[in-house]
């Protein structure tokens, strides 16, 4: 996978119906995982959902076509 700068992936995002304003918040939420700034474990998670957490591999496998259809394919 190769990353996009945060300026492409809001215009993707924008192209495919988000708002302006959510495609930049998921911009900066992107950049910062990829810079490691969400690294730290905490117990929020299960604090606010009453659940345990999910490994990411788990989730983006259940839900691999919904993210296909949103997140930009390398050309």
């Keep these: 996978m190769v ?3 945060p300026d492409e992936v809001v215009a993707f995002l924008v192209d495919r ?3 302006a304003t959510f495609a930049q918040d998921v ?3 992107s ?3 990829a810079a490691g700034e969400l690294a ?3 117990d929020a998670v299960e604090r606010l959902t ?3 957490p ?3 591999t788990d989730f983006v496998a ?3 076509d919904d993210l296909r259809r949103v997140v930009p394919q390398p050309v």
Excluded: Q, V, Y
Aim: hydrophobic residues 35%.
């Design 40 to 42: 730290e474990l905490t």
């Design 17 to 19: 119906g988000l708002s």
């Design 62 to 64: 259940e839900h691999a």
């Design 27 to 29: 911009a900066e939420l």
């Design 54 to 56: 999910r490994d990411i």
């Design 31 to 33: 950049r910062g995982a």
């Design 50 to 52: 009453g659940r345990p």
């Design 3 to 5: 990353p996009l700068p």
